[in-house]
C-alpha cells in the first residue's frame, strides 16, 4: 500500500519523459544477436544420432529408424532393427534390445539381439542373454549369460529364368500371366502394383 | 601416491581387493604385468573330441566374458554359457569370500541358484577351470552336485587342480582357448587355495560319475576330465 502510494506521488510530481523510439540498428548486428554461431554440440546433435541423456528415463518402448545414443536409463523395449544401438557409459538399461547392431559402454540386464554386430566393450557389464552374428567381447568388461550366433540367412535361390520372347510368344497371353512361375515371382518381389494387372487378367 | 594407485588398479584388475577391506583376499598378490604362456593341453585335446562332432551343444565357461573363448566354441557351433565364477564368488559369498560365509547353507544354495542355473540334464560340457580351489569344501561338495544335475549323461567336464600338496599360495591362472590343443596361462598373481586335492580326494569328489581322468603337466597343474 505504501509503494503504491508512493509511485503514485512520484508519477504526480515528476512526468515520465516523452517516449523516443530507439535508432535502428544496423541489420547486420540483429542478425549477430538473434542467431548464436554453431556449437559443436548442435552440429553433432543435427547430424549424429539421436540421443537420450544421462539424466533421462523412460520407461516403455522405444522405435527409431536412426542411430541411437543411450546414456541415460531405459526400462521396457528397444528396438532398432535398421540401425545401430550405442549404450554409453552412463547407460542403465533393464529391456530386450533388439537392433542391427549394439555398442555396449554401460550396464545392460536384458536379453540383447543384435542381427549384424555385437560389441561388449571394456568396462562394461551386461546380465542377459545375447544373439548376435558377430560377436566381440573386450577384456575388462563382466558378462553372463548365454550367446548364441546366429547363422548367416542362406542366400534365396536364384530365381527361374524368364521365359524368352520365343516362348511368350507361343504362349496366349492369359496363359502366361496365369502361370505358377510368375505369380511366384509377383508374389516374391511383393509388389502390389505388379500384382493388380495379374488379378485383372484374370477376370 | 601414483605408485600406489596404480599398484590398487593392478590388483583390482587382477582380481584382488583392497587390502584395508579384505584380509582374506589380501593374501592374493598380483603381477604388474600379467604374462600368458601357451601351453599344449592333452585334457582340452580329449574335452574338444567329445564336442567337436557334433554341433549346437550347450557349453558352459567359468571363465567369464573371454573373446577367445566365446569364438572359439562359437565357432564349433555351439551355444556358449558365459559365467565369471570368481565374480559369482564375490558376489554371493561377499568379497572377502570367507570361510565362515562359504559354510553358510543359505548362501551355498544362493551360489548355486545363481552360477548353476540350468535345467537338469540340460548342460552338455562345462570349463570349470581351477574353479573348486577357491571355495570351501562344503561349497566345492554342492558345487560338484549340482554340475552332477545339470550335466547330461556322458557329458564332459574339465578342471584344473594345482599339484603342490604344501599350504602355500599357488599361482591364479587365467586361462584362454588357443586351439584344441592348447591353452593360453596367465599369471595373474598369487592366492592360498581354500582346499588342496589329491588325486584321491578329486576322485572321491566326482564319485558319482563315470570316470576321472587325469592329465600331469610341467607347470604343477593337472588337468582332469570328469565325465558324467
Redesign the interface.
Known amino acids: 500500500m505504501s509503494m503504491w502510494s508512493s509511485r503514485q506521488r512520484g508519477r504526480d510530481e515528476e512526468p515520465a519523459p516523452p517516449y523516443t523510439p530507439p535508432a535502428a540498428e544496423p541489420m547486420r548486428e540483429r542478425l549477430v544477436v538473434a542467431t548464436p554461431a554453431p556449437t559443436p554440440n548442435t552440429v553433432y546433435a543435427s547430424n549424429g544420432p539421436a540421443m537420450v541423456g544421462k539424466a533421462v528415463v523412460v520407461k516403455g518402448e522405444i522405435h527409431s529408424r536412426e542411430d541411437l545414443y543411450i546414456d541415460g536409463e531405459i526400462q521396457g523395449t528397444v528396438e532398432l532393427m535398421e540401425s545401430k544401438l550405442t549404450i554409453g557409459p552412463n547407460g542403465r538399461i533393464q529391456a530386450a534390445v533388439r537392433a542391427r547392431e549394439v555398442v555396449v559402454f554401460g550396464n545392460v540386464q536384458g536379453n540383447v539381439e543384435a542381427l549384424e554386430k555385437m560389441e561388449?566393450r571394456k568396462d562394461a557389464r551386461l546380465v542377459g542373454d545375447i544373439r548376435t552374428a558377430r560377436?566381440?567381447?573386450?577384456?575388462?568388461?563382466?558378462?553372463?549369460?548365454?550367446?548364441?550366433?546366429l547363422k548367416p540367412e542362406p542366400k534365396p535361390a536364384p530365381k527361374p529364368a524368364t521365359p524368352s520372347p520365343a516362348a511368350s510368344a507361343s504362349s496366349s497371353p492369359e496363359g502366361s500371366q496365369n502361370s505358377p512361375a510368375k505369380s511366384a515371382s509377383v508374389g516374391e518381389q511383393g509388389n502390389a502394383r505388379v500384382a493388380e494387372p495379374v488379378r485383372g487378367g484374370k477376370s | 601416491m601414483l605408485d600406489g594407485l596404480k599398484d590398487w588398479i593392478d590388483r583390482f584388475r587382477a582380481g584382488g581387493e583392497d587390502e584395508g577391506r579384505s584380509p582374506q583376499r589380501s593374501r592374493r598378490t598380483a603381477q604388474r604385468q600379467p604374462t600368458s604362456v601357451p601351453r599344449p593341453s592333452s585334457a582340452l585335446r580329449e574335452f574338444f573330441e567329445s564336442i567337436r562332432d557334433q554341433m549346437g551343444l550347450n557349453i558352459v565357461d567359468f571363465s567369464g566374458a573371454c573373446q577367445a573363448n566365446v569364438t572359439f566354441i562359437t565357432g564349433l557351433g555351439h551355444r556358449l554359457y558365459a559365467e565369471s565364477f570368481p565374480h559369482a564368488v564375490e558376489t554371493i559369498f561377499g568379497s572377502d569370500a570367507s570361510p565362515i560365509s562359504m559354510r553358510n547353507p543359505e548362501k551355498i544354495g544362493n551360489f548355486l541358484q545363481y552360477s548353476l542355473n540350468f535345467e537338469p540334464q540340460s548342460v552338455d560340457a562345462i570349463l570349470l577351470w581351477d574353479s573348486l580351489e577357491w571355495l570351501e569344501p562344503d561349497a566345492q561338495r554342492a558345487v560338484v552336485g549340482r554340475i552332477f544335475e545339470v550335466l547330461r549323461p556322458n557329458g564332459v567336464l574339465f578342471a584344473v587342480f594345482h599339484s603342490e600338496n604344501s599350504a602355500t599360495d599357488v599361482p591364479v591362472h587365467y586361462f584362454k582357448l588357443l586351439d584344441p590343443e592348447t591353452l593360453s596361462v596367465a599369471d595373474t598373481g598369487t592366492d592360498r587355495p581354500h582346499r588342496q586335492f589329491t588325486n584321491r580326494s578329486i576322485e572321491k569328489l566326482f564319485e558319482r560319475c563315470q570316470s576321472v581322468k587325469f592329465f600331469l603337466s610341467r607347470d604343477n597343474l593337472r588337468e582332469v576330465i570328469v565325465r558324467r
Open positions: 561388449i560377436i566381440v567381447i573386450e577384456d575388462g568388461a563382466y558378462f553372463k549369460g548365454n550367446i548364441d550366433i
